[in-house]
C-alpha cells in the first residue's frame, strides 16, 4: 500500500477516535484538488468556498461510512464532485462554469517566468482557447461533461473516476469515447478553423 493512503488510513481512524486535529490535516492534504474541482463548476469565489466546506463538512459527517475499498481521496472526490453537481441542480443552473484553474495556472506562469516570459499573443491564446472549451463543455450533457473534466482537466485515472461516479471502468471507456467524440464534433460544428491542419 503506498504511504499517503496508510497515513490516510490513520488520520482517519484517529479522527473516528476523536481527533479533530487528525481530519485537519486530511483538509490541508486535499483541500487545494478539493478547490480546484469546484472550480471546474464555478467562477464564483464564494460559491467555490461553499462547495468545498460543504464537502468537507459531508466527509467529516460521513466519515464512519468510509469503507477503505478505495482511496480516501476517491472517496472525498466523490463526495465533492456530488456535492457540486446538486448545487447547480438546487439552483438550475449549468454546471462547468470554468475549466481551468486560476490559482494553478497563476503558479504555473509564476514558476515559468524565470525560464521564458510568454508572449502577449501567447497568452491570449491560451485564453481563448480555455474559454472555447468551456463554451463546448457547456453544451454537452451533465454525464459527458463530468467524465471529461475528471479525467482530461483533474487527470484523475479510470478506477478513480468510475470510484468517484459509482460506475465501473467499462462504462468510464464508454462515456469518455463518447464525450471525447461529442466534444470534438461542438467543437468543429462551432470552429471549423480547428478542423485544419
Excluded at 84 to 89: A, E, I, R, S, T
Excluded at 100 to 113: F, H, I, N, R, T
Excluded at 179 to 190: G, P, V
Aim: charged letters at 30%.
Amino acid at each position: 500500500m503506498q504511504q499517503p493512503a496508510v497515513e490516510d488510513r490513520k488520520l482517519v481512524e484517529e479522527t473516528l477516535g476523536g481527533s479533530p486535529l487528525a481530519f485537519q490535516l486530511l483538509m490541508e492534504r486535499y483541500q487545494r484538488r478539493i478547490f480546484a474541482l469546484a472550480r471546474h463548476y464555478t467562477r464564483n469565489a464564494a460559491e467555490v468556498e461553499d462547495l468545498v466546506q460543504d464537502t468537507f463538512l459531508k466527509a467529516y459527517t460521513r466519515l464512519e461510512q468510509f469503507q477503505h475499498q478505495s482511496s480516501f481521496y476517491t472517496w472525498l472526490y466523490r463526495i465533492g464532485v456530488n456535492t457540486c453537481l446538486d448545487f447547480h441542480k438546487r439552483r438550475g443552473r449549468n454546471p462547468v462554469q470554468a475549466v481551468e484553474d486560476p490559482e494553478l495556472a497563476a503558479e504555473a506562469s509564476e514558476s515559468s517566468l524565470g525560464r521564458q516570459v510568454a508572449s502577449p499573443s501567447a497568452t491570449l491564446e491560451a485564453a481563448e482557447v480555455a474559454e472555447i472549451t468551456r463554451e463546448v463543455l457547456e453544451e454537452m450533457p451533465e454525464i459527458f461533461r463530468t467524465v471529461i473534466i475528471l479525467r482530461e482537466f483533474e487527470d484523475l485515472a479510470y478506477q478513480d473516476i468510475a470510484d468517484a461516479l459509482g460506475i465501473s471502468i467499462g462504462t468510464v471507456e464508454s462515456r469518455l469515447f463518447r464525450a471525447r467524440a461529442r466534444f470534438k464534433d461542438k467543437l468543429l460544428q462551432k470552429y471549423p478553423e480547428f478542423g485544419q491542419d
